[in-house]
């Protein structure tokens, strides 16, 4: 299991006003491993005292207490793995990391390179920043079960929104924002735009020009797909 969290760099304290972290520094990266890790088991433990949890096929056994103890054990041995990367620097960037999981498989096709009766072949990065791409080859079967682990149960959502981003709270929260840092408007200069304007102003690339042959009469007409063989 991995998860994604995009933390801003400041927030609402409880007398509501605004308090930034430091230019150069957020969060020591071992501290935010200890904390994450207390916090989810904690919670963790505490839905199975509940019994909220369900345990079925081979994690049946969980369902004795002992066992339980000793799986929650292991988790609190394991090194989880956090990893903390710089800011967004712009709408822009935000908008294409969100759409990669918003709208984005596991896979894209272009990434797989054959198939064939018992085996599946695609293309991965590197194992280090910085490495080549690399072909990774996997049983039919292998392949389905890493692809199936991308995807989430009925009962989860996909991007959750928490602190002064709530649901709840949000509209509230981001009027007091607003008139804290001078009622600055940031969503009035992408209304009443179309897609391709919108587009245009976050990446400063007109989508109506053709990256060929620099044609400025491309219009969009549709999806097509790949004939499946």
């Known amino acids: 299991m991995h998860m994604h969290c995009i933390v801003s760099g400041g927030g609402l304290t409880p007398d509501r006003q605004i308090r930034k972290s430091k230019e150069k520094f957020f969060i020591p990266v071992y501290v935010l491993r200890d904390k994450f890790k207390g916090k989810f088991l904690d919670g963790l433990n505490t839905f199975y005292t509940q019994e909220k ?19 929650k054990n292991s988790l609190y041995d394991k090194d989880w793995c956090p990893y903390i990367k710089e800011t967004f620097n712009g709408f822009g960037n935000a ?6 999981y918003t709208h984005k498989i596991s896979i894209s096709d ?10 599946t072949t695609f293309s991965a990065r590197g194992k280090k920043p910085g490495e080549p791409k690399r072909t990774v080859t996997l049983s039919n079967t292998e392949f389905i079960r890493r692809f199936l682990r991308h ?9 959750q929104y928490y ?6 709270s949000k509209s509230k929260n981001l009027k007091l924002i607003f008139k804290l840092q001078g ?6 200069l992408y209304t009443g735009i179309t897609m391709p304007e919108l587009l245009e102003k976050i990446w400063k690339t007109n989508p ?21 063989q």
């Open 151 to 159: 995807i989430l149960p009925s009962v989860f959502q996909k991007i």
């Open 208 to 228: 109506n020009v053709c990256p060929a042959c620099g044609c400025t009469s491309m219009q969009y007409l549709g999806k097509v797909h790949a004939c499946s």
């Open 95 to 100: 908008i294409e990391y969100l759409g990669r």
């Open 183 to 188: 009622h600055q408007r940031f969503r009035s």
């Open 110 to 119: 272009s990434r797989i390179l054959s198939v064939t009766e018992t085996e």
């Open 53 to 71: 949890l369900a345990f079925s096929g081979s994690c049946r056994k969980l369902r004795n207490s002992y066992e339980w103890k000793e799986f």
């Open 163 to 168: 602190g002064f981003l709530n649901n709840r």
